[in-house]
C-alpha cells in the first residue's frame, strides 16, 4: 500500500492566520485554560502556536474547548489534540453541532478573504482598501 504525504491526507485546505485580531485563540480543559495564536485553520482542524505559555495539562486525545472570533465575534468548538511539537498544537475539530460548522465555514471564508487581500499587497504593493472611498 502507497504511504501518502501529510498533505495529500488532509481532507481540507489550510488557510493561515493573516491578522492577530483573528489569530487570538482561548482553549479550555477542565479548571485550566490558556492563550494561544492560531498558526492555520481549516474546516477539519487548526495548529495552535502557545508561545511562551507553559501548558503541562494537554496530553494526546485530550478535549479542548476553543475559543476562536469571528470578524470579532467569538465562537466556541470543540476539539481534539492529534499532535504536539514543542510549542505547536495540531487539532481536529469534534462533536460539531450545525451551529459550529458553520461559525467554521464562515471564519474560513473571512480568513480566505483576508489572506488574499494580504498576498495582494505583498506582490504589488497597494493597498487592499480603495482611495476612492475616502473622496468626497
Request: aromatic share 6%; with cysteine.
Amino acid at each position: 500500500m502507497e504511504e501518502k504525504s501529510g498533505r495529500e491526507r488532509r481532507r481540507s485546505l489550510r488557510i493561515p492566520a493573516v491578522l492577530s485580531a483573528e489569530a487570538a485563540v482561548h482553549i479550555k480543559c477542565g479548571f485550566h485554560s490558556a492563550k494561544a495564536s492560531l498558526v492555520n485553520f481549516s474546516r477539519g482542524g487548526a495548529e495552535l502556536d502557545l508561545g511562551d505559555t507553559d501548558v503541562d495539562w494537554i496530553y494526546p486525545q485530550s478535549t479542548l474547548g476553543l475559543i476562536f472570533h469571528r470578524a470579532g465575534q467569538p465562537f466556541e468548538v470543540l476539539a481534539k489534540l492529534v499532535r504536539r511539537e514543542g510549542t505547536h498544537l495540531a487539532v481536529r475539530f469534534c462533536n460539531l453541532t450545525p451551529g459550529d460548522d458553520r461559525n467554521i465555514q464562515l471564519k474560513v471564508v473571512l480568513m480566505q478573504i483576508l489572506a488574499a487581500r494580504v498576498e495582494s499587497v505583498a506582490a504589488d504593493g497597494t493597498s487592499p482598501i480603495r482611495e476612492d472611498r475616502h473622496k468626497v
